[in-house]
């Protein structure tokens, strides 16, 4: 069944250190999204990319960092310079044309301890 | 900011009865789209309509859009348990990206009583 797969689902860190969080997809799409959900709160976008090689900022880039080598794959890597990192991260991707309806991934809860 | 706001915040009704949510805007859009996100998990695409359309159905919702006013609302009619999740609108500007970058509002938190 094609899909994202976010990993891990849960993850604990500590203050300082990086942590990266895995976002694979086999639908094909061009373009894959990564939002930050907080309680209570709606998604907001921290980076996305439309091709390979090629990513732009959100509205929430501080303190994060992604690549886009493959196209089934778009990691995020929260660094220590993230002053509130505890947050659902949630991944998605759509076709790149058309309406822009995204698929979603299960999405990571990151825990700073 | 570009995002649409739900209302009510949340949602509290018996099985059977229908379940409306609304949804503000304030840019021009090209589409608005309304999600659905069960505790824990992704964000589950419901319906789109477009700017040019005013109301749209599948299955048992039902979703309008008033451009003039900036508003859309989604009507989930006969509802069950299963229906008890978090609900989003989310907004595709005029003249932005059409690849995907969409602006999603805080939800609606709704729970269908057995």
């Known amino acids: 069944d094609g899909g994202i797969t976010q990993s891990p689902k849960y993850l604990f860190r500590k203050e300082g250190q990086n942590v990266t969080l895995s976002c694979e997809q086999n639908?094909?799409?061009?373009?894959m999204y990564w939002y930050r959900q907080d309680p209570g709160q709606g998604l907001r976008l921290i980076y996305y990319?439309?091709?390979?090689?090629?990513?732009q900022k959100g509205d929430i880039a501080e303190g994060y960092s992604v690549s886009r080598e493959k196209k089934e794959s778009f990691p995020l890597t929260v660094t220590s310079a993230q002053k509130n990192p505890t947050a659902f991260y949630l991944c998605?991707?759509?076709?790149?044309?058309?309406?822009?309806?995204?698929?979603f991934g299960a999405g990571s809860r990151l825990t700073v301890l | 900011s570009q995002q649409g706001e739900e209302d009510p915040q949340a949602l509290s009704i018996q099985e059977g009865e229908n379940a409306t949510m609304n949804c503000s805007y304030k840019t021009s859009i090209n589409n608005l789209q309304w999600y659905r996100q069960n505790s824990g998990r992704g964000l589950v695409h419901l319906i789109l309509i477009r700017s040019n359309e005013r109301e749209k159905h599948s299955g048992r919702l039902r979703v309008t859009l008033d451009t003039s006013k900036k508003s859309s609302s989604l009507l989930i009619t006969a509802s069950r348990a299963a229906d008890t999740a978090s609900y989003f609108c989310?907004?595709?500007?005029?003249?932005?990206?059409?690849?995907?970058?969409?602006?999603f509002g805080r939800g609606t938190q709704l729970t269908v009583w057995p």
């Open positions: 990319s439309q091709i390979v090689n090629d990513f």
């Open positions: 998605a991707s759509n076709i790149g044309t058309g309406a822009n309806v995204l698929t």
């Open positions: 989310a907004t595709a500007p005029q003249g932005g990206s059409t690849l995907g970058r969409l602006y």
């Open positions: 639908l094909n799409h061009d373009a």
